[in-house]
């Protein structure tokens, strides 16, 4: 029996990550990213994905919400779509939930946004069936996502293809944090339940996890050796999390624990940057980027770092990635490798290859980093 998939967008999904709002949530932040100069990626995304699964189920069939939020974005592609008739969207969460609950019978609703578009996904869902997530969000601490667009597309296509070869899990968790105090610097994350998701290790993120205790001092050792080896006029690009952090308390500063700084010869030059602030202070110059990886999925670049551009990203490479975590947090990966989603594919698969990974002064891990 062929399953039934619905797709579903939220157009401004991770709208806030580029300029430094650490989320999306509510129309005042949609307004603010936006006057800031935020640029939509979550119906490219989609896309992406979508795309990928039309090259290997040419007419693939799915349902469809109507203009941005899904029509729009897959118009063109080879694939037969059943358009729901909505009304004209205003992209809110009533919008991701109306249009969800219109999608009667399905087993599958792929959609393109973050934590709270999984949170409203999961409110609407018909009884039964499973989510996949595109990852478009800025945080996107759920167990409901794929690695990337691409990796959503394949395991789509093998879902289609061969359904009962799929396995299934029933307690993906749907995991959201309080964006005002997350701004406010207080992490606050929440288990608002569980979803059902298709079961693939090598396509799907784990749910996000904490870190672990007793690491401290070799976290501390770690990031004064990174500091020791700072070369002058080269930006060094602060990620956010405690463990990059622990780099920017080394040279004395406060660290944006949830936002991007920067560094240049051991001097605090830019706090809580954005992606243009970025561009300028780099200018024409040397990058490396200081990065940390989330507990349990092993981003280091694409999950709650999209402050930091592709342009600036590729400028660094493989060699220019300093990341540092501790022994403890490596063991508790979901897989064992490190994951980067920087939107754009051809540079996600420049930065493949092994990486080393510090976790105290004198000690790395070598680890490979892929993108899904």
Not at 290 to 297: A, K, S, W
Request: with cysteine.
């Amino acid at each position: 029996m062929s399953m039934r998939v619905g797709l579903v967008i939220n157009p401004v999904a991770g709208l806030g990550g580029s300029v430094g709002l650490k989320g999306t949530d509510g129309r005042e932040t949609v307004a603010e990213a936006l006057r800031r100069g935020a640029v939509a990626q979550a119906g490219a995304r989609a896309r992406r994905a979508v795309a990928v699964l039309t090259r290997s189920n040419p007419g693939a069939h799915l349902v469809v919400a109507p203009g941005e939020m899904g029509a729009a974005q897959v118009a063109d592609l080879p694939l037969a779509a059943d358009i729901l008739e909505l009304g004209k969207p205003t992209f809110t969460a009533e919008d991701t939930r109306k249009a969800v609950a219109a999608m009667k019978g399905a087993d599958l609703i792929l959609f393109a946004g973050g934590d709270g578009t999984a949170r409203d996904v999961a409110a609407a869902l018909p009884e039964g069936a499973g989510m996949l997530g595109i990852p478009c969000g800025v945080k996107m601490h759920s167990g409901v996502f794929a690695l990337s667009p691409e990796g959503a597309g394949h395991l789509l296509a093998g879902l289609l293809a061969a359904p009962e070869r799929i396995q299934w899990r029933e307690d993906a968790e749907i995991m959201d944090i309080d964006e005002a105090a997350l701004r406010a610097g207080h992490l606050s994350p929440h288990l608002y339940g569980y979803a059902r998701v298709p079961q693939a290790r090598t396509r799907m993120q784990a749910a996000k996890g904490g870190a672990r205790r007793n690491s401290a001092a070799a976290l501390e050792e770690a990031a004064q050796a990174i500091v020791s080896e700072m070369a002058e006029d080269v930006l060094y690009i602060v990620g956010p999390g405690s463990s990059a952090g622990a780099v920017t308390k080394a040279l004395g500063f406060t660290p944006t624990v949830l936002g991007v700084d920067a560094i240049r010869n051991r001097e605090m030059v830019a706090r809580d940057a954005t992606a243009g602030m970025l561009r300028e202070l780099a200018g024409e110059g040397e990058v490396q980027l200081v990065l940390g990886v989330t507990g349990q999925q092993g981003f280091v670049l694409g999950r709650g770092n999209q402050q930091i551009p592709p342009d600036l990203i590729r400028r660094a490479g493989l060699n220019g990635l300093i990341i540092l975590a501790t022994e403890e947090k490596l063991s508790a990966l979901a897989t064992p490798r490190l994951w980067v989603d920087t939107g754009e594919p051809d540079l996600d698969a420049n930065l493949a290859g092994f990486v080393r990974v510090r976790t105290d002064a004198n000690k790395f891990m070598m680890i490979r980093l892929g993108s899904g």
